[in-house]
């Protein structure tokens, strides 16, 4: 009777934490759901100038949120460009106008590069400093070049470059060409003049 | 470790000091270098340990009758588990920016060798108010020394406390700091330290 009484309360404190477990999970679940909406629109907003609102679209498979004003305009596209970084996925929210030809803006949406030094591309862009690493890439003009990266040097904003963050080379690196990829592919295949 | 009768006070302060989990019993090490880049990281890890000792270990010392022997440490595991992924979804839900500076290290508290070590060693052979006292002795002597751990290495490596500049700007941070060897270097000297201090006090 002894390996009874074992599988019994094995059995029994199982069940109620798996019970405990799923109660807890129904109340977070809708609350992390809200928080990554939140986290996305926020974003949306971030990277595009006066928008107001903003519609989901897809284009040949592809997720993209059309910007519009108060006045019903598009004022401009965003998307998420996603890719490998450092040593983790890195998704970016990028923000251009409907030609793709201007840069508005990027935000990190997620990111787990080494911390203290590649987690400080995802570092908050709305402080003004212009030595923010995500807020060197508010307006810049991407109508026949990419986005360039330095190491060392002033950049400068018309042959849209961007200074790479100091021991983080590969993390800055990797943004730049995330965002670079996926705008040139984009390129080819999407109209958003309708 | 406390075999004969000790004071309600001494079970809460030995975790604090002369049996600092971190600083004289060396458990809990993965989380204590791995998330001491920062102060607030830091402190958000102790509180995480310290919901999770506490709440293991009035449930632990709760069932320690019922609990066979042979089946205990499978026991101790799911409640361990079951209050960490506890502290996972509320971080998630309700603070998502420390749960994503936390990243894996949350989940990680399962294996946290301290947490079970209480367990096993105190919750599971005493009654219910000298294990809450010895959880959370244990827990604030661990969120202690994290914290200075992760003070020391957030000032040096980025000249910031809590995200706060304390260094003049001309001061470059060392970068190794809030690396990985930064962690390893720092305790190596805090230990020496802690141990330092002991050797006077008993002289």
Known sequence: MKSAKLIIVLTVVTILAGLSLSLLNAWAEPKIEKHR?????????????????????????????????????IVGVSFIAKGKGYQSDIRIMVGMDTSLTNLYGAKILEQAETPGLGSKISEDPTRDDPNWFMQQFQDLKLDNQYINYIKSGQPKKNKAEIKAITGATI???????????????YKNYTNFAK | MSKGKVSYLKEFTKGIWEDNPVLVMLLGLCPTLAVTNTAINSLSMGLAVLFTLTSSSIVVSLIRKFVPEEVRIPVFI??????????????????????NALGPFVPLIVVNCMILGRQEAFASQNPLGRSILDALGMSVGFTLALLFLGMIREL???????AIQVMPESFQPWVIMILPPGAFLTLGFMIAGFNWVNEKVKT
Do not use: C, H, W
Request: charged letters at 20%; aromatic letters at 8%.
């Open chain 1, 171 to 185: 993390s800055s690196k990797s943004v730049v060409n995330i965002i670079n990829e996926t705008v040139k592919d």
């Open chain 2, 78 to 99: 799911v409640v361990i588990a079951t209050f960490v992924t506890i502290v996972d979804l509320f971080l998630k839900a309700q603070f998502p920016e420390i749960s």
């Open chain 2, 156 to 162: 040096l490596g980025s000249g910031t406390i809590f």
């Open chain 1, 37 to 73: 909406m939140k986290v996305r629109n926020n974003a949306v907003k971030k990277v595009l100038p006066n928008v107001a609102k903003f519609e989901k679209d897809t284009i040949n498979g592809s997720t993209f949120f059309i910007g519009k004003n108060d006045s019903n305009q």
